[in-house]
């Protein structure tokens, strides 16, 4: 049995998840054993997913089955663990994590099933996690579909939720030469340890995750980064990002059956949630962090949206 597994969600989405899989063991070779978790897919959807396990000699596990005795699986190095419903991002993950746990794994890649590797990656994370015994997750640069990178993120607050989106055309030009300043910084240093990482892949050390708890099942999709960084933070751990090594993500292809409003407001319940559970905001902070995403949503960003449209157009003419 090797040291990490790589947990992969799925749902609905077999194909993706299986090219995710192959991609990710074809790169890491013999790096990680994995745990794919069907997050409750529609029955049609679900039997690809089990054909291919079968045709590819996986272990498959139905919830409410009897667990494999521990570490059992010495020579199974694919596990398929099939959910009865979706239970979201956290919940879903947390059937993975907490097998990983009672089979003896050390760390967990948790990994979104629109990732692709282009280079090994892991062991340079590992790296990082055995050099400091505070760190409890490390996750590497991640390039979005347009090219740009995706996170680090620093630590939200009323200017950033509210004040920033309201104020967004004064702003803009200050946050503009920061978030330059910032990625220069980052550019520099090989490993920086930010408030947060992009969760669409991350290497987590499961004693710590054992320890808070694992994620918090209360949302179902979204804020599970910052939350998992105040849990990690509450017993003085952190989170750690090299910037060296890269995935490529196709943000937002896992999530697109639900639509644009139905994201928004999955969203913005679960950063409500994270606002008011883990940084103690009343109501009147909620109201402004509520406020200013309505904001953003209809109006702030059709109007961004139409000012590149036409700066587009008046390009081509």
Same mark, same amino acid.
């Given at each position: 049995m ?6 992969i969600?799925?749902?609905n989405?077999p ?13 890491e ?5 994995f745990i794919?978790?069907?997050n409750?897919s529609?029955?049609s ?5 089990i054909n ?17 005795e ?12 099939n959910l009865n419903?979706?239970?979201?991002y956290?919940k879903?993950?947390n059937f993975? =994590? ?10 967990a890649v948790?990994?979104?099933n629109?990732?692709?590797l282009?280079?090994a990656?892991?062991e340079?994370? =590992? ?10 997750v ?7 579909p347009?090219?740009?990178r995706?996170g680090? #993120? ?6 950033s939720?509210?004040?920033?989106p309201? #104020?967004?055309f #004064?702003?803009?030009p200050?946050?503009k030469?920061?978030t ?6 980052i550019?520099?240093?090989e490993v920086v ?10 290497l ?9 708890g694992? #994620?918090?099942e ?5 804020a599970e980064?910052p ?9 003085g751990?952190?989170?750690?990002y090299r ?5 490529k ?9 639900y ?5 928004f ?17 009343g ?9 200013g995403?309505?904001y ?7 109007i961004?949206?139409s000012?590149?449209n036409t ?5 081509r003419?």
């Open positions: 090797k040291e990490i597994v790589t947990i969600l799925n749902w989405k194909e993706m998840t299986i090219k995710t899989f192959e991609n990710i063991q074809e790169i070779k013999n790096k990680t054993d794919i978790i069907d409750g529609e029955v959807e679900k039997e690809k997913l291919y396990a079968k045709k590819n000699n996986w272990r498959i596990l139905n919830e409410g089955d009897e667990i494999l521990k570490n059992e699986n010495k020579n199974v190095e694919v596990i398929l663990y419903k979706n239970y979201g956290a879903g993950n993975g =994590l907490k097998l990983a746990d009672f089979l003896g794994y050390k760390y948790v990994a979104n629109d990732v692709i282009e280079e990656v892991m340079k994370l =590992l790296h990082v996690i055995l050099s400091n015994e505070d760190i409890c490390v996750g590497p640069r991640v390039i979005g347009n090219g740009k995706q680090p #993120f620093s630590r939200p607050n009323v200017f939720e509210f004040l920033y309201i #104020f967004y #004064f702003i803009y200050f946050h030469l920061f330059i300043l910032y990625e220069k910084k550019s520099k240093n340890y930010p408030y947060r990482l992009m969760g669409c892949f991350m987590i050390k499961l004693d710590c995750m054992k320890e808070i694992f #994620f918090d209360s949302t179902f999709l979204y980064e939350i998992l960084s105040e849990k990690l933070k509450l017993i751990k952190k989170t750690a910037n060296d090594v890269y995935v993500h196709l943000h937002g292809v896992s999530t697109i059956e639509g644009e409003k139905k994201r407001l999955l969203q913005l319940n679960s950063d409500l949630y994270y606002f008011k559970e883990y940084r103690k905001y109501k009147i902070r909620l109201f402004l962090v509520k406020m995403r309505y953003s949503f209809f109006i702030l960003n059709p961004k949206k000012i590149k700066l587009k157009y008046l390009k003419r």
